[in-house]
Nanobody
Framework: QVQLVESGGGLVQAGGSLSLSCAAS????????MGWYRQAPGKQRELVAE???????KYADSVKGRFTISRDNAKNTVYLKMTSLKPEDTAVYYC??????????????WGQGTQVTVSS
């Protein structure tokens, strides 16, 4: 099994910055892509950004140019640096890992979520 623990959420004013971290433990050899999702009240969970083991990245259009995803494979940690935050970025942010079924009985893992609140 893979466990994901997020940290770094909080309250920030519009235009400010926050950084999130997600540390993986357990069967980390199973981890392929890692990513960040978010879910605002009354809305579906959506992909924010993802990064492959090799470092290829993908971003939601709404965060391009403002958010940066990175990972440290040696530390089994993925990061999300968020700048120029907007009130519409307010959500619970979840860390996600896609797992290789050769090494895991589950195909993905989720963190518990961390709240990001952007005040106007």
């Amino acid at each position: 099994q893979v466990q994901l623990v997020e940290s770094g959420g909080g309250l920030v004013q519009a235009g400010g910055s926050l950084s999130l971290s997600c540390a993986a433990s357990g069967s980390t050899a199973a981890i392929n892509d890692m990513g960040w999702y978010r879910q605002a009240p009354g809305k579906q969970r959506e992909l924010v950004a993802e990064i492959s083991r090799g470092g290829s990245t993908k971003y939601a259009d709404s965060v391009k140019g403002r958010f940066t995803i990175s990972r440290d494979n040696a530390k089994n940690t993925v990061y999300l640096k968020m700048t120029s935050l907007k009130p519409e970025d307010t959500a619970v942010y979840y860390c996600n890992a896609d797992l290789d079924l050769r090494y895991s009985v589950e195909d993905e893992a989720w963190g518990q979520g961390t709240q990001v609140t952007v005040s106007s």
